[in-house]
C-alpha cells in the first residue's frame, strides 16, 4: 500500500502533474470541452484508465465541465497512487 504524502514532499509530486491543484486531502484537475458529449466522451476515457488501476476518482460533470478528485481514502489523504492515475489522465488530455 502507499502511504499518504506529507506536505513537505507534495510540492515535488505537484510538479509531475501541473494542471492539478491540492484541495484539502485530495488533488483536483478541471476540464472544460466544447459540449457535454465530448465532456462524456472523457469521462469515459477516464474510466477505462480508472478501471484498469482499480482506484477510482470522484467525477462530477456540469454539462461541458469534468471536475476530478483524486484521493485515497482508505490511507487517509493523497498517495502515489493518486499521483500516478493523474498523469495517466493527463496522458489522455494530450
Known amino acids: 500500500m502507499s502511504e499518504v504524502i506529507g506536505e513537505n514532499e507534495m510540492d515535488v509530486w505537484m510538479k509531475r502533474v501541473p494542471e492539478w491543484e491540492v484541495e484539502s486531502e485530495s488533488i483536483i484537475r478541471v476540464v472544460e470541452y466544447d459540449d457535454f458529449m465530448d465532456a462524456i466522451d472523457f469521462v469515459n476515457g477516464v474510466a477505462e ?42 496522458h489522455l488530455l494530450d
Open 49 to 90: 484508465i480508472a478501471e484498469e488501476a482499480q482506484h477510482y476518482p470522484e467525477i462530477n460533470v456540469q454539462g461541458s465541465l469534468v471536475t476530478l478528485r483524486l484521493t485515497s481514502e482508505d490511507q487517509g489523504g493523497v498517495t502515489s497512487l493518486d499521483f500516478e492515475l493523474a498523469g495517466r489522465i493527463d
